[in-house]
């Protein structure tokens, strides 16, 4: 287990500028996660911590030693990526085996090793097969236990469920999560579900155009948004922002309900909704409109959950809504970061 640390790190291609000045530092055993937008940067930057990619400017530190010069085999790093490779030839046990075989491991050593990864993953019974013989998803889980077996000081992983179904995803993503607990292997993870990062992260780099906007826990990233960007990108749907004069308002759409449901929720911001439209998914229900003239007819979404299903919402009707005062965030108009609260 070993901190991963980058200072300044930018990576150009060309014109491009894909990593933009990254710092951040990982803590030893955490499981950090990389998430943004496709073309942000994360892969590019977890390729400069694997060192399959020089950085333009920039260092890499691993366990507190400048790794930036060295190749990736003397890294400590094991790395899987979304196209993943095995050796055709090979049964799995083989390819499991592979990267320990190639350090002169003794015979029964191995044995204990492929079983114990293999079983992490739930592909014991497919040991004596083929990756031929394998679906798409068994096949990521040999890739996940070979880079597993070898017990790196670090473990980089490159969107490595994405190829699973969506039942498989949710299977893995626990075996994964409590693997990486179990072993207390420092493990940077690049995804664009924020699901994904939600669930597994101990703290998430929320990036974008090669920048990391805001490193914190879910619950920080989540609650406590740096700036209108992060505050935009997580959540489903996502923050509502409205720009005023003086500051750019936000509040979650489960915060935001019908006034007379949020009796004893302390002091409360009240906001008129025109309702244009609902929607009833089953577990929550969503209510589309707009603001009263003096937010802009800003388009807003409520997220009511099912405990208050006894409440009718009928679209084109108009309803008084609020937020708890401490459930709204305040933005600069400008810089669209975090700013002094203001009356509304
Ligand atoms: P995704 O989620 O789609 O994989 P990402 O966040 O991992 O995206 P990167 O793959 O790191 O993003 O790419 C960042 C930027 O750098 C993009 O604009 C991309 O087009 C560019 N880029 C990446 N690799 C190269 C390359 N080898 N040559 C030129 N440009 C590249």
Not at 316 to 339: C, H, I, M, N, Q
């Amino acid at each position: 287990m070993a901190k991963v640390e980058t200072q300044g790190l930018e990576k150009y291609f060309g014109e491009v500028k894909a990593v933009d000045g990254v710092d951040i530092a990982s803590r030893e055993g955490e499981f950090l996660v990389l998430l943004g937008p496709s073309g942000c940067g994360k892969t590019t930057l977890l390729r400069m911590i694997a060192g399959l990619e020089k950085p333009s400017a920039g260092d890499i530190l691993i366990g507190g030693e400048a790794v930036t010069h060295l190749p990736p085999r003397a890294r400590g790093v094991a790395m899987v990526f979304q196209s993943y490779a095995l050796y055709p030839h090979m049964t799995i046990y083989k390819n499991i085996a592979f990267p320990l075989k190639a350090v002169s491991m003794p015979k029964d050593d191995i044995d204990r090793k492929v079983r114990w990864a293999a079983s992490m993953f739930g592909i014991e019974r497919l040991l004596r097969r083929k990756p031929r013989e394998l679906s798409g998803g068994e096949r990521q889980r040999v890739a996940l236990a070979r880079a597993l077996v070898r017990e790196p000081n670090v473990f980089l992983l490159d969107e490595p469920l994405s190829n699973l179904d969506a039942k498989l995803r949710t299977s893995a993503r626990e075996e994964l999560h409590r693997f990486q607990k179990d072993v207390e292997i420092t493990t940077i993870y690049v995804t664009h579900d924020q699901i994904e990062a939600m669930g597994m992260g101990d703290r998430i780099a929320v990036m974008n155009q090669g920048k990391v906007h805001q490193l914190g826990s879910p619950k920080e990233v989540y609650s406590d948004p740096s700036d209108t960007f992060v505050a935009g990108f997580l959540g489903s749907p996502p923050m509502n922002l409205i720009k005023t004069e003086d500051r750019i308002i936000g509040f979650r759409p489960e915060c935001f309900l019908p006034r007379e449901l949020l009796g004893g929720s302390g002091d409360l911001e009240s906001f008129t909704v025109e309702v244009s439209r609902v929607e009833d998914l089953g577990s929550d229900r969503l209510v589309y409109g707009r603001l009263e003239k003096r937010f802009g007819h800003h388009q807003v979404v409520a997220n009511l959950p099912t405990s208050f299903t006894h409440y009718s919402i009928e679209t084109g009707g108009t309803y008084d809504f609020a937020v708890p005062r401490k459930d709204v965030k305040f933005f600069d108009v400008e810089s669209g970061l975090r700013a002094e609260p203001i009356p509304l």
